[in-house]
């Protein structure tokens, strides 16, 4: 049966993209479903998770300091398979928990972001077990939570300006005084690096391609430099652009005799996705 507690939370997380309010607003959260251990039925669960690089998300099985493992994480054991979602992305993952000297390492990083966590840990005599979530490689595209390609362009580059501005509030909390920037927080910032590196990557070999395709465009008339003569510009040119990004900066050509005002630094291609949450 749904969580009494859970369950609200979860549906203002879907139908608002992964933001909430109250309790857990500004949050960094996901909903995680598992397999029940015992009964085989899917089980979600909303849970805070920490940034961790391109490749992996972290969810600590706190469970408030109780005595016992929460359910998820009895289930993730039997069926380490599992769903996650960000709000922008859904994806299956593989849960590993991860062993005492990586578990030490990464919640001691935990508690000098966020000192709740010391203090359930001081609540219960078991070891709260810190377990990593990585993407399993699906063929196709991702599965984004929108129901067409400007759309998931738009909720992706938002879920973007949201961990951005979090990531600002973090920077301006820890400069506030002299000590050295935290670890998770640098964590923090290196995973949405490598989120843009992921997304930009994806324009490039997905994205832009599947555009020229679908909506094919003359060669190249003043693209990627400007033309004095008229004349088509030379590859050297768009040096460092992909086919697919030199053709998505080319301005349409003005009509015979009129010069265009859209130059190649003002032009704005459209650009769209994705990791793992």
Same mark, same amino acid.
């Given at each position: 049966?749904?969580?009494?507690?859970?369950?609200?939370?979860?549906?203002?997380?879907?139908?608002?993209?992964?933001?909430?309010?109250?309790?857990?607003?500004?949050?960094?959260?996901?909903?995680?479903?598992?397999?029940?251990?015992? =009964?085989? =039925?899917?089980?979600?669960?909303?849970?805070?998770?920490?940034?961790?690089?391109?490749?992996?998300?972290?969810?600590?099985?706190?469970?408030?300091?109780?005595?016992?493992?929460?359910?998820?994480?009895?289930?993730?054991?039997?069926?380490?398979?599992?769903?996650?979602?960000?709000?922008?992305?859904?994806?299956?993952?593989? /849960?590993?928990?991860? !062993?005492?000297?990586?578990?030490?390492?990464? #919640?001691?990083?935990?508690?000098?972001?966020?000192?709740?966590?010391?203090?359930?840990?001081?609540?219960? +005599?078991?070891?709260?077990?810190?377990? /990593?979530?990585?993407?399993?490689?699906? +063929?196709?595209?991702?599965?984004?939570?929108?129901?067409?390609?400007?759309?998931?362009?738009?909720?992706?580059?938002?879920? #973007?300006?949201?961990?951005?501005?979090?990531?600002?509030?973090?920077?301006?909390?820890?400069?506030?005084?002299?000590?050295?920037?935290?670890?998770?927080?640098?964590?923090?910032?290196?995973?949405?690096?490598?989120?843009?590196?992921?997304?930009?990557?994806?324009? !490039?070999?997905?994205? #832009?391609?599947?555009?020229? +395709?679908?909506?094919?465009?003359?060669?190249?008339?003043?693209?990627?430099?400007?033309?004095?003569?008229?004349?088509?510009?030379?590859?050297?040119?768009?040096?460092?652009?992909?086919?697919?990004?030199?053709?998505?900066?080319?301005?349409?050509?003005?009509?015979?005799?009129?010069?265009?005002?859209?130059?190649?630094?003002?032009?704005?291609?459209?650009?769209?996705?994705?990791?793992?949450?």
């Amino acid at each position: 049966m749904p969580n009494d507690f859970n369950q609200p939370v979860i549906d203002e997380f879907r139908a608002n993209r992964g933001q909430v309010g109250g309790y857990f607003e500004g949050a960094r959260l996901l909903l995680l479903t598992t397999t029940g251990a015992r =009964t085989g =039925t899917p089980h979600t669960t909303p849970l805070g998770y920490l940034p961790d690089g391109g490749e992996r998300v972290l969810v600590i099985a706190s469970a408030a300091g109780s005595s016992r493992h929460p359910d998820w994480y009895r289930n993730i054991l039997a069926h380490p398979q599992v769903t996650v979602e960000s709000g922008v992305f859904t994806y299956e993952a593989r /849960a590993v928990v991860l !062993d005492r000297e990586e578990r030490d390492r990464i #919640f001691a990083r935990a508690v000098e972001a966020e000192p709740g966590w010391a203090t359930y840990q001081e609540k219960t +005599d078991r070891i709260i077990p810190v377990v /990593a979530l990585y993407e399993i490689a699906q +063929d196709g595209p991702p599965r984004i939570n929108a129901s067409g390609m400007g759309e998931a362009i738009k909720v992706v580059h938002d879920a #973007f300006r949201r961990e951005l501005a979090l990531i600002r509030k973090e920077m301006s909390e820890a400069t506030s005084n002299t000590a050295p920037l935290g670890a998770q927080l640098r964590a923090n910032c290196l995973t949405f690096c490598a989120g843009l590196h992921n997304h930009h990557t994806g324009e !490039d070999i997905g994205l #832009f391609p599947f555009l020229a +395709d679908r909506h094919p465009r003359p060669p190249p008339w003043n693209a990627c430099a400007p033309s004095t003569s008229g004349s088509p510009p030379s590859s050297s040119n768009c040096a460092g652009l992909s086919p697919a990004r030199a053709r998505a900066r080319t301005p349409t050509p003005p009509p015979s005799g009129r010069r265009s005002s859209v130059s190649p630094s003002n032009s704005k291609p459209i650009s769209p996705t994705r990791k793992s949450s």
